[in-house]
């Protein structure tokens, strides 16, 4: 099996900053791909930054320059950096991990998900 923790998020203010870390454990040979998606209340999930295990990035286009995803591959962690936060970038954030397990192609994995508010 694999876990997914995330850690981070919570409270700030307009133009402020939080940091999200997410660590992926278990019985995996490598990762693929670590991402970050968020869902707001009564709207669908959407992706937000996604990275691949060499580096290449993918950012929405609304947190493009504000944001930035990193992956640590010997800990298989990621973090997002989010700077210059609006109040619209309130959700729940939810850790995304892509993993070769056996033979097939990668297999997906979903944290718990890590509210993050931000007051105008």
């Known amino acids: 099996q694999v876990q997914v923790v995330e850690s981070g998020g919570g409270v700030a203010q307009a133009g402020g900053s939080l940091r999200l870390s997410c660590a992926a454990s278990g019985s995996f040979r490598s990762i693929f791909a670590m991402g970050w998606y968020r869902q707001a209340p009564g709207k669908q999930r959407e992706s937000v930054a996604v990275?691949?295990?060499?580096?290449?990035?993918n950012y929405r286009d609304y947190v493009k320059g504000r944001f930035t995803i990193s992956m640590n591959n010997a800990e298989n962690t990621v973090a997002l950096q989010m700077n210059s936060l609006k109040p619209e970038d309130t959700s729940v954030y939810y850790c995304?991990?892509?993993?070769?397990?056996?033979?097939?192609?990668?297999?997906?994995?979903w944290g718990q998900g890590t509210p993050v508010t931000v007051s105008s």
């Open positions: 990275i691949s295990s060499g580096g290449h990035t």
């Open positions: 995304h991990v892509r993993v070769y397990r056996g033979l097939g192609g990668p297999s997906a994995y």
